[in-house]
């Protein structure tokens, strides 16, 4: 009997743990702008999370004039959330329309069509003047909307390509944390949310209450570099065409100071011609192909050695330590020593 007993009090926990409830109800005794987070069936939960935490606790300290936040679900529930729950919603309906700012956290899937009534209504938003944000594939709705033709957004890197192909009128920047432009905010991965939610609050509240925010949430107030810094470069796969043995000689000579015309006589192939099949080959100028292929050895051993720079650089042929610094920075979006720092195993 006391077994039995157990297994209902257990089966009861698990059933009150996997329903979430989400209060809609804008939090009282503040004046300041509105925020409203977008629920959805397959709610992303760390994107919708970070919503919360930047947006909807209490802050005090900060004063009256912080934000009010509040959350509204744009299709009926009981909606799924990543994590194996569910929530249910308190059902207050049309707080699009009063919202300062509108945050779509994350996406349902990219190849799953956005509602065109949810369309028509964060068009409307804007046109009466309110901010719209996305974080992660959150883009791909802003894209559906239409308010990102012509400008230049940005998402995960894994997605960077699919956003581009879907909606050609998008400039799409695999690059940065985020971008904004016109009222109009995207941000890369999930953590690069957090960037661009702190970065929002900057731009209301100023230096001073975007600190604190970061200071509770123990993140940095601004991340250098963007997100070129966590892709992995992949081996291109190898030509037939009859540079390809050149190609493997110099990655594995990269210390010799490689120019175009013995690139090209090492070829047997006048430099004209060497570089339209070069091109052909790679996609890339053999400078710029030179370049990366010397970055991307810089990045090993910069994560597995204690080597300095002025050795690093001479090791992959770019001669000094100012020069590793400016091709990294070009490429990577931050320096040398920031890579180190954070990837050095």
Not at 131 to 150: E, W
Not at 211 to 219: D, F, G, H, Q, Y
Not at 247 to 273: F, N
Request: hydrophobic share 45%; aromatic share 8%.
């Amino acid at each position: 009997m006391i077994s039995f007993d157990l297994t209902i009090a257990r089966e009861t926990t698990r059933l009150q743990l996997a329903q979430m409830t989400i209060c809609v109800n804008i939090m009282p005794n503040l004046n300041g702008p509105l925020v409203v987070a977008l629920l959805y069936d397959g709610l992303a939960t760390f994107e919708f999370g970070i919503v919360v935490e930047v947006f909807g606790l209490s802050r005090p300290e900060l004063g009256d004039d912080w934000y009010r936040f509040a959350s509204e679900a744009i299709e009926p529930g009981p909606l799924r959330a990543h994590g194996d729950f569910q929530i249910v919603t308190t059902g207050d309906v049309g707080l699009i329309e009063q919202a300062d700012l509108i945050v779509v956290p994350g996406w349902k899937g990219l190849s799953i069509e956005v509602p065109s009534t949810l369309i028509e209504r964060l068009r409307s938003a804007h046109t009466r003047g309110a901010r719209i944000a996305s974080i992660c594939s959150g883009a791909f709705v802003l894209a559906a909307t239409g308010l990102l033709d012509g400008k230049t957004a940005t998402t995960h890197w894994r997605y960077a390509e699919a956003l581009s192909q879907k909606f050609p009128a998008v400039t799409v920047d695999a690059a940065s944390l985020y971008r904004g432009e016109d009222r109009v905010f995207t941000s890369a991965g999930s953590a690069a949310g957090i960037d661009l939610l702190i970065e929002l609050v900057r731009q209301d509240f100023g230096p001073d209450h975007a600190n604190s925010v970061a200071r509770r949430m123990v993140m940095p107030a601004h991340r250098n570099g963007g997100q070129a810094q966590f892709v992995q470069r992949p081996v291109p796969k190898r030509t037939a065409l009859p540079i390809a043995p050149l190609l493997d000689r110099v990655r594995d000579e990269l210390h010799r100071p490689w120019t175009i015309h013995q690139l090209a006589s090492e070829a047997k192939m006048s430099k004209r011609t060497f570089e339209r099949r070069f091109a052909d080959a790679t996609g890339a100028s053999p400078g710029e192909w030179l370049a990366a292929e010397r970055v991307e050895a810089a990045k090993y051993l910069l994560t597995t050695t204690d080597l300095p720079m002025e050795h690093i650089s001479d090791a992959v042929g770019l001669g000094s330590a100012h020069a590793l610094r400016h091709h990294f920075r070009k490429q990577m979006k931050l320096t040398p020593t920031e890579y180190r720092q954070r990837f050095a195993v």
